[in-house]
DNA sequence: CGGTGTCTTGAATACCATCAAGTCTTGTGG
DNA sequence: CCACAAGACTTGATGGTATTCAAGACACCG
C-alpha cells in the first residue's frame, strides 16, 4: 500500500510474539505499529474458538480489535430469529473502523474458526494513528474500502438472483484471500471453513437453496467444495455466472 | 452535535448568499465553514434541475459536493437495465465522505428534484476540516452515520419482507426530515417528492408491489400520500408493519 | 452410542416478478 | 389553448424463484 509497507519483508522479525507469522502485517496497520519505533502500544492478544463471539451489539467495548488469525464474521440478529451477515473477517481486517471512534459496536462479531485477535487500548491506538500521516491515511483507505464492500452486498441483495449473489461471494473471498496470501501456491485453491448457513445468512438466502445452487455449481464442474477446501476449477463460468465481465 | 453548533441561531445571517435559508448549515459541516472566522473556501454553488444527472460513476471529480436544496439520490446501474439505490440525499448530506479522499465516486447521483449543491475545492475543504478538532469529529460522525444506515439497508433488503422494507423506508425518511426541520409544523405531513420507482429501486422491489403495499397502507388508514405529499396517519401501526418497537 | 450439527433431496407453498391493459397526470409543441 | 405524447399510477392474471416443510444420510464429539 505504500512504501514503508513494501520495504518490510514478510521474515522480517516482528515486534510482537506471533507477528511474524501474522498475516495482519502486510494488510492492515499493524505493520506501522509494530514496525515503528515507537513505544509499543497498550494491547492484548486474545484468543476464541470457534462459534464463540468475541462481543455482542451490546456490548461496549474498552478496546479495538485486529484480527490477527482465523475467520470471523459480523452480524446482526433479527427478532424472529434470522440473521444478516453484514461481512466476513480475515486475519488484518479492523472489525470495523467505526470501533476507533465509537466503543459501541452496531453488531456482534462471532468466530467461524479458532480466532485470536489484538485489542488495542482505544485513545493510544488513536492517537498512534493520528499521529502518522501514513496511518491516517490507511485509516481512510480501510474505511472506504468497507464502505464499498457494504455497498457492494446492497446491490447484490437489491438486484441480483440467487446464483449470482453466491457466485459473487465465492469470487469476492477468494479474492481477498489470494491478497493475503492465503491461497495454496497463488493456485484457486483455498481453505474455506464457511458452512451452508454462513453463505446463506451472507447472500439473504436460505441454507436449502444455498446447497441447491453449490450443487448446480459442483456438477456443472465450476468448483470444488469439500472438506473446508474450495477449488475455483473454472474461474470463467463462475465469473459467467456471477455476471462479471 | 457541537456546542459551536447549537450556539449559533437559525436565524444568524450567514456569511454566504442563501446560507441564511440553507437547511444544510444546522446539519452538516457548512455550519463551520460559513461560520467560522477562517477566509471563505473556493467553492461554488450549483444548480440541477429534477431528473437530470448531478455526476456518474466514471466521472472524476476536482470537487468536493454538499447538497443544499432539495432531494437527490445515489445510485448503481446495472448492466440488465435495472438500478439498485443506495442512498437519499437531503439537504446537509455530504454525497459520500469518501468523496472528500477520492475523486472517483462508486455511484452516480441525480437529481429527484431541483437541487442546488455546493462545489467545495477538495484540498482546501480537507485542511479546514482536518484544521478543526471540532470539525475532524463532525466527519467521522457523518462517515459512521453513513456506514450504519448502509448496514441498515443490508439487512432490510436481506431479510426483511416487502412490506417491512417500505414501512422501515417511510419511517426513515419521516425522521431525517423531521430533524431537518422539513416536516411541517413537526408534525407527520411531510413534502414527499419520490415516484413509486425511486421507492422500488431502493427496497429492492419492483414498482408494480411498491403500488400494491402502499395501497394497502392507505386503505388500512396508516398512511396519506397524494401530491408529492406525505402524511402518518398511525404512527403506531406503521412502525408495527416496519416490526419496530 | 446417542446427540448434535451439517449436508442433501424432494414436494408443496408463498411471495414477489412479470405481463398486460387501462386511467390519470404532466409536460410540450403547434 | 388544445392536442398529443410521455410518464406515473392502478389493477388483475399468470408465472417463477426462493421458502418452507419433511425426511434421511453422514460425520463428529462427548
Redesign the pocket.
Known sequence: MTAAVAARPRSTPAQYPGCAECLTRVFSICDFIGGSPLAPLAQEVRTVTA?RTLFRERDVLDSVPIICSGWALSAVMLSDGSRQILSFLLPGDFVSAALLFDPKPKCSVEAITNVTYRAFNRAELKDRIFGKPEMAEMLVNVWIEEKRRADELIIDLGRR???E?VARLILRLVERLQKRGMAAGGSFEVEFP?????I?DAV????????????DL?RGGIIR???RSLAVLDPVRLRAVASLR
Request: glycine share 4%; charged share 20%; hydrophobic share 35%.
Open positions: 462459534r438472483p440467487a446464483a449473489r464457511l458452512r451452508q448457513h454462513h446463506a439473504g438466502l436460505t441454507p436449502v437453496h444455498v446447497n441447491k445452487l453449490l450443487t459442483r467444495l469439500s472438506e
